[in-house]
């Protein structure tokens, strides 16, 4: 119900009672959200089943002009706003964590349906955002947190709720992509590869979280509690970044007919006990250029599933930007509308499984080591033999001469991380062993 005084905008006009939105944050993509909600308002309407009107929008600086927008929609109390009775769903796009978390809980405690596009948000807090939403009976959307535009979340929660997933494994991070594609198409440095993705906006002023690994830590986190029905946070996941990888890591990888992504790579595996478990860790990863996912270039985006019965699928698009992130969004909002018209509830939060979360160490990986050596007689035989004393046994050996000593390039079988991770430091303790470049993980196709 909308009462006579308050601010409300109605950009649709379809039949049926009217859906009331709080927009939170009016950055890149809240501005897009109401952009595709003004231009297509009246479709929208049909899809629902009401129009949906927008109440309000809480930004931080309601003095700067926003064109097309009145100005008696804006307001920076989104608390206020929230807690209006004619708000049926709120539609958070501000980022950050602590302030959304304490607007979102009192959304959902208000009996609001929230659709977020925060990953952050939602890797840190889901059970206590999941509980609030169960104890008010409402809604929580988060489709555009993981891959920006890519249907994923929805997939993994409804399409592919009868089947047993087994892996999921994505490039989430358009950032490091980008960097990571224009090293291996250029053979340019990291650096200068940053400084590339920086001046054409893809990477942030501060990159950290980007190519740290953090951003794409949060998504294996929600990845991996909905594909595997268990409660992974952020903090569950392993994670390395792409600021080592050296343009001499590419042109080996190259050299071997590999690439190398930074992947988030979620797995169901049965563990020495002999129970189920699982891990999600996010590394760069030597990915052979058969891999689908190895062609996944420039800033994209694209998860790999695999699923005991429909076996090998592949979700490709935007990661990021105003209107793919946007897209996401506002099918959420059209799905919580939807409830809110005709009955009924989006599928919510599933932790029956609560499966072990494996530590790092407890996962199989394959390594692919870039070593300098001595160059003499019985070098490899003692190498070769620490490796089968460790119980790792090795795939390929390659050799390139230098002019004091050799280039040694080691793929190895696959082994318990722990393992290949206590054989690399034996291999330092080594004099023969003159220098680890790089140890860079490797996935088959
Ligand atoms: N910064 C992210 C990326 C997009 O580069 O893909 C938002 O998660």
């Known amino acids: 119900m909308t009462s006579a005084s308050a601010p409300s905008f109605n950009p649709g006009k379809g039949p049926g009672s009217a859906v009331g939105i709080a927009l939170l944050g009016f950055g890149t993509v809240g501005t897009e959200v109401m952009r595709l909600m003004t231009e297509y308002g009246d479709e929208l309407a049909h899809r629902i089943g009401g129009p949906l009107e927008v109440r309000g929008i809480a930004a931080s600086d309601i003095s700067k002009p926003r064109e097309g927008v009145a100005p008696e929609l804006l307001t920076e109390d989104a608390f206020a706003l929230i807690e209006r009775e004619d708000v049926d769903i709120v539609v958070e796009v501000i980022g950050g964590i602590e302030y959304p978390r304490e607007v979102v809980l009192a959304a959902l405690k208000a009996g609001k349906s929230v659709v977020t596009a925060n990953k952050a948000l939602v890797a840190a807090h889901s059970a206590e955002l999941a509980d609030a939403a169960e104890a008010a009976n409402v809604d929580l959307y988060f489709e555009a947190a993981v891959a920006g535009a890519i249907p994923v979340v929805g997939p993994l929660r409804r399409s592919l709720a009868g089947d047993q997933i087994q892996s999921v494994m994505g490039i989430v991070n358009g950032t490091t992509n980008f960097i990571l594609d224009a090293m291996d198409s250029t053979g340019a440095d990291y650096a200068d590869s940053l400084a590339e993705a920086t001046r054409l906006g893809y990477a942030e002023a501060d990159p950290t979280a980007d190519v740290e690994g953090h951003d794409a830590a949060s998504k294996a986190a929600i990845l991996a509690s909905i594909a595997f029905h268990t409660r992974v946070t952020a903090d569950d996941v392993y994670c ?86 946007a897209s996401a969004v506002l099918g959420d909002v059209v799905g919580a509308a939807r409830n809110k018209v005709h009955g009924g509830r989006a599928p919510g939060e599933s932790t029956y499984a609560n499966l072990p979360i494996a530590d790092f160490g407890e996962t199989t990986t394959r390594y692919h080591l870039d070593m300098d050596v001595e160059d003499r007689v019985g070098v490899l035989a003692e190498l070769a033999s620490l490796f089968s004393e460790q119980g790792i046994s090795l795939r390929t050996i390659r050799q390139e001469e230098r002019d004091d000593d050799a280039r040694l390039i080691v793929v190895t079988h696959s082994a318990l991380e722990s393992d290949l991770s206590r054989t690399v430091e034996l291999l330092k303790a080594k004099p023969v062993v003159k ?8 996935e088959r196709d």
Do not use: W
């Open 240 to 325: 390395e970044g792409i600021s080592n990888i050296s343009a001499a890591d590419i042109e080996a990888a190259q050299q071997a007919g590999h690439t190398i992504k930074l992947l988030a790579i979620c797995e169901k595996f049965t563990n020495k006990e002999g129970k189920s478990a699982i891990s999600a860790r996010v590394h760069p990863t030597l990915l052979p250029v058969s891999h689908p996912l190895a062609s996944v270039n420039k800033s994209f985006n694209a998860i790999f599933v695999e699923a005991e019965a429909a076996g090998r699928l592949m979700f490709y698009g935007n990661g990021a930007g105003g209107a793919p992130t």
């Open 435 to 442: 220098a680890i470049n790089s140890v860079i993980r490797l």
